[in-house]
């Protein structure tokens, strides 16, 4: 067994070896049909004319060994495409740089600057003049002057610009990430292109089979019941050791390119398009699904982990089921069937903050565009933030949504596990984690409020678009700041690339703002409690060890306290690792204050144990 345990380690190495040089292979061919494929939503003038640009400075059909090389000509396209279609716009229902010369001339014949309407009317057609007019009207009101033509000229052209841009708008390509990732994705050719079957073997199949072969290998060398976590701290995968920072690095690399360049690991998505096929034949996967892909297989291999450790634990086994069940079946299989029914392809178990998206005006006017279903789901996300969450937090704690329902909670138990010890037990952690979980939230409900009011005019006046900020706080602003920072930042790369260095619960546990709103409720009003049976405790600290809160759950075992925390999960683990049964998961009555009471604990100095035995004769 041991031999098939560290064969499924070299397997497992393999696939990941395999996996991160596909970044580095094939080639990459810009081609009509790699352009229409990455632009066939837009106007056929469009890719017509981005075919024309990249024909001329002699990037169509030219292959490239390199991706980086391949993009830094691409980047190039972007800008001459937009020039040129925006000069052909101009043209025809803008205003062309021939006739902004025009007006120029004319409001100048004089010597000084006389900008009128009727100036407009002079050099163009109609059409034009009640376009350009409704702009510049401001630029010859009464008491506005210009005393040099430069001057005049700057304001003209800038508004003019402008107005073309929005003629324009249509047309125009933007070099960001996703323009890149389309591009990058359909001109991949060559070796990984043509085996994409291959290489998912490569990659994910070998992957499964040496993580099993490791994972259930191990089973038949721990045949003794119990949760054996000998060595943890002895171990360079799970203390900090080269084996974790590797982990490290690995990860945040992982999650740096797919927030921010995802058109760096495009063959990465290749490799998954046959899956992506078993939903749409001949679709192209985007990084999103490569995502909800790798989510779902660690969290089922190691899920597989969680059940071998834990089988003799059926609350482990139970809850551990039910993260795999909402993962794979809410937060992956619905969100890509759903659009096939032209239905909003949402994880309907992801409540406000954690979907931080919610009442933007695109995400509103998609559920509003489904007809009664898309409605239905919308106003299921309400009930479920404000009614259904603090009512079963109420019942049963954070545990119900943290612990058996989260996505994110479901991957830091299953893929994050053997580093759930990491967690930081001092007292500055606890108030680290105060002084960034709360304003959070607080931040969270800013941006909502704002976002919201924004939503509301638009839906009630399209002409409102426009007009987009709240107390001076722009409404798109705010909103991509909260994305970038907690979405991506705090959630993705700290909060899952910090996993073999923070351990497995840091989102969760310090930036998490759904968490510190049922926090708020579990503390102050709720049923739930983690209770303890003092004179059964050995000290052994087993509880704290392996606490991935970072609650230092001993000292309360010493003191038969109910643990009653605004940051407990209730992932029960403290209680699963306990040799002595001295911690139990309850849902107790609400008493109120003696839920949080400290019973008195008789030190043997203090008291005079004769005098005891006589007064309870």
């Given at each position: 067994?041991?031999?098939?345990?560290?064969?499924?380690?070299?397997?497992?190495?393999?696939?990941?070896?395999?996996f991160?040089?596909?970044?580095?292979m094939?080639?990459?061919?810009?081609?009509e049909?790699?352009?229409?494929?990455?632009?066939?939503?837009?106007?056929?003038?469009?890719?017509?004319?981005?075919?024309?640009?990249?024909?001329?400075?002699?990037v169509?059909?030219?292959?490239?060994?390199?991706?980086?090389?391949?993009?830094?000509?691409?980047?190039?396209?972007?800008?001459?495409?937009?020039?040129?279609?925006?000069?052909?716009?101009?043209?025809?229902?803008?205003?062309?740089?021939?006739?902004?010369d025009?007006?120029?001339?004319?409001?100048?014949?004089?010597?000084?600057?006389?900008?009128?309407?009727e100036?407009?009317?002079?050099?163009?057609p109609?059409?034009k003049?009640?376009?350009?007019?409704?702009?510049?009207n401001?630029?010859?009101?009464?008491?506005?002057?210009?005393d040099?033509?430069?001057?005049?000229?700057?304001d003209?052209?800038?508004?003019?610009?402008?107005?073309?841009?929005?003629?324009?708008g249509?047309?125009?390509?933007?070099?960001?990430?996703?323009?890149?990732?389309d591009?990058?994705?359909?001109?991949?050719?060559?070796?990984?292109s043509?085996?994409?079957?291959l290489?998912?073997?490569?990659?994910?199949?070998l992957?499964?089979?040496?993580?099993?072969?490791?994972?259930i290998?191990?089973?038949?060398?721990?045949?003794?019941?119990?949760?054996?976590?000998?060595?943890?701290y002895?171990?360079?995968?799970?203390?900090?050791?080269?084996?974790?920072?590797?982990a490290?690095?690995?990860?945040?690399?992982?999650?740096?390119?797919?927030?921010?360049?995802?058109?760096?690991?495009?063959?990465?998505?290749?490799?998954?398009?046959?899956?992506?096929?078993f939903?749409?034949?001949?679709?192209?996967?985007?990084q999103?699904?490569?995502?909800?892909i790798?989510?779902?297989?660690?969290?089922?291999?190691?899920?597989?982990?969680?059940?071998?450790?834990?089988?003799?634990?059926?609350?482990?086994?139970?809850?551990?089921?039910?993260v795999?069940?909402?993962?794979?079946?809410?937060?992956?299989?619905?969100?890509?069937?759903?659009?096939?029914?032209?239905?909003?392809?949402?994880?309907?178990?992801?409540?406000?903050?954690?979907d931080?998206?919610?009442?933007?005006?695109?995400?509103?006017?998609?559920?509003l565009?489904?007809?009664?279903?898309?409605?239905f789901?919308?106003?299921?996300?309400?009930?479920?933030?404000?009614?259904?969450v603090?009512?079963?937090?109420?019942?049963y704690?954070?545990?119900?949504?943290?612990?058996?329902?989260?996505?994110?909670?479901?991957?830091?138990?299953?893929?994050?596990?053997?580093?759930?010890?990491?967690?930081?037990?001092?007292?500055?952690?606890?108030r680290?984690?105060?002084?960034?979980?709360?304003p959070?939230?607080?931040?969270?409900?800013?941006?909502?409020?704002v976002?919201?009011?924004?939503?509301y005019?638009?839906?009630?006046?399209?002409?409102?678009?426009?007009?987009?900020?709240f107390?001076?706080?722009?409404?798109?602003?705010?909103?991509?700041?909260?994305g970038?920072?907690?979405?991506?930042?705090?959630?993705?790369?700290?909060?899952?690339?910090?996993?073999?260095?923070?351990?497995?619960?840091?989102?969760?546990?310090?930036?998490?703002?759904?968490?510190a709103?049922?926090?708020?409720?579990?503390?102050?009003?709720?049923?739930?409690?983690?209770?303890?049976?003092?004179?059964?405790?050995?000290?052994?600290g087993?509880?704290?060890?392996?606490?991935?809160?970072?609650?230092?759950v001993?000292?309360?075992?010493?003191?038969?306290?109910?643990?009653?925390?605004?940051?407990?999960?209730g992932?029960?683990?403290?209680?699963?690792?306990?040799?002595?049964?001295?911690?139990?998961?309850?849902?107790?009555p609400?008493?109120?204050?003696?839920?949080?009471?400290?019973?008195?604990?008789?030190?043997?100095?203090?008291?005079?144990?004769?005098?005891?035995?006589e007064?309870?004769?």
């Amino acid at each position: 067994m041991k031999f098939i345990r560290i064969a499924g380690l070299y397997i497992f190495i393999a696939s990941v070896v395999v996996f991160s040089a596909t970044v580095f292979m094939g080639t990459y061919t810009l081609s009509e049909a790699s352009i229409k494929g990455s632009f066939g939503g837009k106007d056929v003038r469009v890719t017509e004319t981005f075919a024309a640009v990249a024909k001329e400075n002699g990037v169509l059909d030219k292959t490239y060994n390199s991706q980086f090389t391949f993009m830094n000509d691409v980047v190039g396209l972007f800008h001459k495409h937009n020039k040129r279609v925006s000069e052909a716009v101009a043209e025809e229902t803008g205003i062309s740089t021939s006739e902004t010369d025009k007006i120029i001339v004319a409001a100048s014949k004089s010597g000084k600057v006389a900008y009128t309407k009727e100036v407009l009317q002079s050099v163009l057609p109609e059409a034009k003049v009640k376009m350009l007019d409704g702009a510049t009207n401001w630029m010859y009101s009464p008491g506005k002057t210009y005393d040099s033509v430069d001057a005049f000229k700057n304001d003209l052209t800038n508004k003019i610009n402008e107005i073309n841009r929005s003629q324009a708008g249509n047309y125009l390509l933007y070099d960001n990430k996703y323009s890149r990732f389309d591009i990058t994705e359909r001109a991949a050719t060559g070796i990984i292109s043509d085996n994409k079957v291959l290489f998912l073997f490569l990659t994910f199949g070998l992957g499964i089979i040496g993580s099993l072969m490791f994972i259930i290998a191990g089973l038949f060398l721990k045949p003794i019941p119990g949760i054996k976590n000998n060595g943890i701290y002895l171990n360079n995968a799970t203390n900090r050791g080269w084996v974790g920072i590797a982990a490290f690095g690995f990860l945040v690399a992982f999650y740096v390119l797919l927030y921010f360049h995802p058109y760096i690991i495009a063959n990465w998505t290749n490799i998954v398009d046959p899956l992506k096929g078993f939903f749409i034949e001949g679709a192209s996967a985007s990084q999103w699904f490569l995502y909800g892909i790798l989510y779902c297989v660690s969290m089922i291999v190691m899920g597989i982990r969680m059940f071998i450790k834990y089988r003799h634990n059926q609350y482990q086994v139970v809850r551990t089921a039910s993260v795999l069940f909402f993962q794979i079946i809410f937060a992956f299989l619905l969100v890509e069937i759903l659009p096939l029914f032209d239905l909003p392809g949402v994880d309907l178990k992801n409540a406000w903050p954690l979907d931080y998206n919610f009442l933007t005006d695109w995400n509103v006017k998609n559920y509003l565009a489904a007809g009664h279903l898309g409605k239905f789901m919308f106003f299921w996300g309400i009930i479920l933030s404000i009614i259904i969450v603090p009512t079963l937090v109420y019942f049963y704690g954070k545990r119900w949504y943290c612990s058996w329902v989260c996505g994110c909670g479901g991957l830091a138990e299953t893929l994050g596990d053997p580093y759930r010890q990491l967690s930081d037990k001092r007292l500055i952690a606890w108030r680290i984690e105060r002084w960034t979980i709360y304003p959070t939230l607080i931040f969270a409900i800013i941006m909502t409020v704002v976002v919201g009011y924004n939503t509301y005019n638009i839906i009630n006046d399209p002409a409102n678009i426009g007009n987009s900020t709240f107390l001076g706080i722009n409404a798109y602003k705010i909103n991509e700041w909260y994305g970038f920072l907690i979405g991506s930042i705090f959630a993705g790369v700290i909060g899952t690339g910090f996993y073999p260095i923070l351990g497995n619960r840091s989102w969760c546990r310090f930036g998490c703002p759904l968490a510190a709103y049922m926090g708020i409720v579990q503390r102050f009003k709720s049923r739930f409690r983690i209770t303890t049976n003092g004179g059964q405790c050995i000290s052994c600290g087993n509880c704290s060890t392996y606490c991935e809160q970072g609650i230092d759950v001993r000292s309360y075992a010493q003191k038969g306290q109910n643990i009653v925390r605004s940051s407990c999960v209730g992932c029960g683990i403290c209680s699963a690792v306990c040799p002595r049964g001295v911690l139990k998961l309850e849902n107790g009555p609400d008493d109120g204050a003696t839920r949080h009471e400290i019973p008195e604990v008789i030190l043997g100095n203090d008291v005079n144990l004769f005098e005891m035995l006589e007064e309870n004769k």
